[in-house]
């Protein structure tokens, strides 16, 4: 781990201190304020340090994007679980063993030869924990938040994806407590491989939207 | 609240920045972080709407410069200190210097797998027939409440059209501020790129918000 990993904008802030600070020091200043926190809250048997452990260890080692990515391929590979994720997603879902916390009230939408879906939460950073793990920064950050419901194409070509002129764009803002999770469309080429092959074309970023299924580049 | 969180159609911030290979967490803290705002929740003083709203509360210019973990911590060290359970003082310290209030729960480590996989369901029945259907138009509500709401600015006073109905779920705008539940009924409601963004929109374009049904009018 380093305090001098930088992850903001390059310009100073000043937040509440009353003096201004250069970067290295707002990152560090953000340890030891969470390490006093922790102290404090452990004196007074509120927390439980072990449970934090817990915590970590759950969304850094078992739940991430692969689960998500195998809903995705028993999605192309099955119809009736195609047809069930679109009637009862949380309930499909659910069936594979994934649930849980922002992952309670599920929805699957479809990427089609006409439409690409691309989901944001430009109010906070609501996003489909039990199928895609924690969220990655730029998903919550407020370049993303801003311009994904404006100018989606530009925020798609700054992933690399270039969309066809014709094809309808849909954003899905995430401003209840529905979450969803972008099935994409299933690559050509792809006819005999087994689930898991397939869940392997399946990035994080293509069950968001900001991307689309195929062989990692 | 028109808030520094409601940054839909906002611009000036630069292109996105997606990192290659983007690991979970950015530095230690970012861990502890994570574990201590769920244990915050688990404590059963605050609901996620009243949570949400107390980040929405930091002042814009720290919001806007901050990382989604410090604005968590941000809004944690004040529901901590609202609820009873911990003063700045104290976390200025770095030492207990009070009693806490009790909680509901302690969030213990063998509790965690079970906690995360029950989640924190929202939905809940209402007595009502839903007043709208998949097919009918309806316009957004014209309202700038101080207080919490979900109902974003850019998509305040539009015409759109109801795609679903998604069931009956907790009115954050009530329950942020200890108001009760009262549950409403949520529709997907579907909005054309230039209804909401005008000249020179992308046609191609459209966008759906989940609405509570406060938030519509028939047209």
Request: with cysteine.
């Given at each position: 781990m380093s305090t001098h990993n930088h992850h903001h904008h390059d310009h100073d802030h000043d937040y509440g201190h009353g003096h201004d600070h250069d970067h290295d020091n707002r990152y560090s200043d953000m340890q030891a304020r969470v390490k006093a926190l922790e102290t404090v809250l452990t004196e007074k048997g509120l927390i439980d340090p072990m449970a934090i452990d817990a915590i970590v260890d759950t969304y850094e080692t078992k739940i991430g994007p692969r689960n998500g990515a195998r809903v995705v391929a028993k999605a192309w590979s099955d119809p009736d679980f195609a047809a069930w994720l679109r009637t009862d997603a949380t309930a499909a879902i659910a069936s594979l063993g994934y649930t849980g916390r922002q992952g309670e009230h599920m929805r699957a939408v479809f990427n089609t030869p006409d439409t690409h879906n691309l989901v944001v939460c430009t109010l906070c950073s609501c996003y489909p924990w039990a199928v895609l793990g924690l969220p990655p920064v730029w998903y919550k950050a407020p370049a993303y938040r801003s311009r994904a419901v404006i100018d989606p194409r530009g925020v798609l070509a700054e992933f690399g994806l270039i969309l066809p002129e014709t094809k309808k764009i849909r954003v899905w803002d995430s401003t209840a407590e529905l979450r969803y999770l972008v099935i994409p469309e299933r690559p050509e080429g792809t006819e005999g491989l087994g689930e898991e092959a397939l869940a392997d074309l399946v990035s994080r970023d293509a069950m968001i939207g900001t991307a689309i299924a195929g062989p990692r580049p | 609240m028109n808030g520094p969180h409601d940054l839909g159609g906002q611009m000036g911030f630069g292109p996105v920045a997606p990192e290659k290979?983007?690991?979970?967490?950015?530095?230690?803290w970012e861990k502890r972080a994570l574990g201590l705002t769920l244990s915050g929740g688990a404590l059963g003083g605050w609901t996620i709407d009243e949570s949400r709203h107390a980040r929405e509360n930091i002042p814009p210019a720290q919001y806007l410069g901050a990382s989604y973990y410090e604005i968590w911590i941000r809004a944690l060290e004040v529901l901590l200190e609202r609820h009873g359970f911990a003063a700045r003082t104290e976390i200025d310290a770095g030492r207990k210097q009070m009693e806490p209030a009790v909680p509901k729960r302690i969030l213990k480590a063998d509790m965690v797998a079970g906690v995360l996989a029950r989640g924190g369901p929202c939905d809940r029945p209402v007595e009502s027939e839903p007043r709208f259907q998949p097919g009918d138009q309806v316009r957004t509500r014209n309202f700038n409440p101080e207080t919490h709401t979900r109902l974003p600015r850019y998509a305040r006073a539009k015409t759109g059209v109801v795609e679903a109905v998604q069931g009956s779920f907790v009115f954050p705008d009530d329950n942020a501020h200890g108001k009760g539940e009262n549950p409403q009924w949520v529709y997907t409601v579907v909005f054309d790129g230039p209804e909401i963004w005008g000249e020179g929109a992308d046609p191609t374009l459209t966008v759906s918000i989940d609405a509570w049904e406060s938030y519509l009018e028939r047209v």
């Amino acid at each position: 781990m380093s305090t001098h990993n930088h992850h903001h904008h390059d310009h100073d802030h000043d937040y509440g201190h009353g003096h201004d600070h250069d970067h290295d020091n707002r990152y560090s200043d953000m340890q030891a304020r969470v390490k006093a926190l922790e102290t404090v809250l452990t004196e007074k048997g509120l927390i439980d340090p072990m449970a934090i452990d817990a915590i970590v260890d759950t969304y850094e080692t078992k739940i991430g994007p692969r689960n998500g990515a195998r809903v995705v391929a028993k999605a192309w590979s099955d119809p009736d679980f195609a047809a069930w994720l679109r009637t009862d997603a949380t309930a499909a879902i659910a069936s594979l063993g994934y649930t849980g916390r922002q992952g309670e009230h599920m929805r699957a939408v479809f990427n089609t030869p006409d439409t690409h879906n691309l989901v944001v939460c430009t109010l906070c950073s609501c996003y489909p924990w039990a199928v895609l793990g924690l969220p990655p920064v730029w998903y919550k950050a407020p370049a993303y938040r801003s311009r994904a419901v404006i100018d989606p194409r530009g925020v798609l070509a700054e992933f690399g994806l270039i969309l066809p002129e014709t094809k309808k764009i849909r954003v899905w803002d995430s401003t209840a407590e529905l979450r969803y999770l972008v099935i994409p469309e299933r690559p050509e080429g792809t006819e005999g491989l087994g689930e898991e092959a397939l869940a392997d074309l399946v990035s994080r970023d293509a069950m968001i939207g900001t991307a689309i299924a195929g062989p990692r580049p | 609240m028109n808030g520094p969180h409601d940054l839909g159609g906002q611009m000036g911030f630069g292109p996105v920045a997606p990192e290659k290979d983007e690991p979970y967490f950015h530095a230690e803290w970012e861990k502890r972080a994570l574990g201590l705002t769920l244990s915050g929740g688990a404590l059963g003083g605050w609901t996620i709407d009243e949570s949400r709203h107390a980040r929405e509360n930091i002042p814009p210019a720290q919001y806007l410069g901050a990382s989604y973990y410090e604005i968590w911590i941000r809004a944690l060290e004040v529901l901590l200190e609202r609820h009873g359970f911990a003063a700045r003082t104290e976390i200025d310290a770095g030492r207990k210097q009070m009693e806490p209030a009790v909680p509901k729960r302690i969030l213990k480590a063998d509790m965690v797998a079970g906690v995360l996989a029950r989640g924190g369901p929202c939905d809940r029945p209402v007595e009502s027939e839903p007043r709208f259907q998949p097919g009918d138009q309806v316009r957004t509500r014209n309202f700038n409440p101080e207080t919490h709401t979900r109902l974003p600015r850019y998509a305040r006073a539009k015409t759109g059209v109801v795609e679903a109905v998604q069931g009956s779920f907790v009115f954050p705008d009530d329950n942020a501020h200890g108001k009760g539940e009262n549950p409403q009924w949520v529709y997907t409601v579907v909005f054309d790129g230039p209804e909401i963004w005008g000249e020179g929109a992308d046609p191609t374009l459209t966008v759906s918000i989940d609405a509570w049904e406060s938030y519509l009018e028939r047209v």
